[in-house]
C-alpha cells in the first residue's frame, strides 16, 4: 500500500543533533499519510530511544543498519547504502532524502512534497543555510528549541544541489538503480546520484521550505585528500555516462529482525 511521503533519514552517532531535527519535523503540518524511516548506520546508542519519543507523532519506522559496528570496530561508509535501504521499505510516491543534522523552520515536508507530486521529474530544494561554526544550536540548546528567522538568514548558504533535504520521486529514484553502492570510499556518492538523476531528466525545483544544517565535524573536509576520497571521486568521473547502477545485483539490502 502507497502513501504520499517517505521521510528517509540516516545518523551516523548523531544522537544530539537527531533530537533537533526530530523535535523541528515534529512541529510541521504534514502530507495526510507519511512515514517517517530513520536508519540508524552507526552504534546502538540514545538514537532508538529519541525516536521512541516521536514514533506516534512522526510515523517513524527505527531501523538499525550498524550490524558491521557490533563487533566495537566501528566503520564509517557512506549512507547512500542506509538511504536504499530506507527507499527499498519505503511506501512513499515522494522521497524525502535528508540526514540526521537537518532543523526545519517551516512546513518543509509539504513544500517538498507537493511539487513532486505535481511533476515526478522534478528534485525539489529548500533554502537552506550551514552552521558552520556552531552558533545556531548553541542557541537551539540553551533556548529549548527557539530561534530566530532573521539570524537564519545570516548563515552561510547550503549547497541544496546536494540531497541534504531533497524531494524525489520514488519511481525516479529506482529508475536509475538508486546510490551506487561501489562507492565504498569517500564522498562524491551524492553528487552522482545527483547528476544520475539529472541526466535522466530531472531538474531541481526551488521550493519555500526553509532549513539549517546543524553544525558537526565535516569528514569531507577532514579526508579531502585521503585515498578513499580518491577512489570515490575516480568512480565519480568514470562513471557519469553510466546512469543505471546496481545491476544484476541485490541492492539495498537489509537484514530482517533489526526493525522496531
Known amino acids: 500500500m502507497s502513501c504520499t511521503a ?3 533519514i540516516t545518523t551516523f552517532q548523531r544522537p544530539h543533533l537527531l533530537k533537533w531535527g526530530l523535535f523541528s519535523l515534529a512541529k510541521q503540518a504534514m502530507p495526510k499519510d507519511f512515514e517517517t524511516i530513520i536508519l540508524n548506520d552507526g552504534i546502538n546508542d540514545e538514537t532508538e530511544a529519541i525516536c521512541q519519543q516521536y514514533k506516534e507523532k512522526l510515523n517513524i519506522c527505527y531501523v538499525f543498519t550498524g550490524q558491521r559496528n557490533l563487533d566495537g570496530d566501528i566503520k564509517w561508509r557512506v549512507p547512500g547504502y542506509a538511504i536504499n535501504i530506507g527507499a527499498k521499505m519505503s511506501k512513499g510516491k515522494v ?5 540526521a543534522e537537518m532543523f526545519h523552520l517551516n512546513d518543509c515536508i509539504v513544500h517538498l512534497t507537493l ?14 543555510r550551514d552552521d558552520q561554526d556552531g552558533s545556531f544550536l548553541r542557541h537551539l540548546e540553551t533556548n529549548q528549541g527557539k530561534y530566530d528567522l532573521v539570524e537564519f538568514f545570516k548563515y552561510p548558504h547550503l549547497n541544496i544541489r546536494l540531497p541534504f533535504l531533497m524531494g524525489i520521486s520514488r519511481e525516479e529514484f529506482f529508475a536509475i538503480g538508486g546510490y551506487d553502492e561501489d562507492f565504498t570510499g569517500i564522498g562524491y556518492d551524492d553528487n552522482d546520484l545527483v547528476l544520475r538523476l539529472l541526466k535522466n531528466g530531472c531538474s531541481y525545483y526551488q521550493t519555500c521550505a526553509e532549513t539549517i544544517h546543524l553544525f558537526h565535524e565535516r569528514i569531507w573536509f577532514a579526508k579531502e585528500r585521503d585515498p578513499e576520497t580518491a577512489y570515490n571521486r575516480h568512480l565519480y568521473y568514470t ?5 543505471v547502477r546496481n545491476q544484476g545485483r541485490e541492492w539495498g539490502v537489509y537484514k530482517p529482525g533489526t526493525e522496531k
Open 6 to 8: 517517505s521521510i528517509i
Open 95 to 99: 522521497l524525502i532524502i535528508s540526514c
Open 115 to 128: 511539487p513532486v507530486l505535481a511533476n515526478q521529474k522534478r528534485l525539489s530544494i529548500p533554502i537552506a
Open 239 to 243: 562513471r557519469q555516462n553510466l546512469i
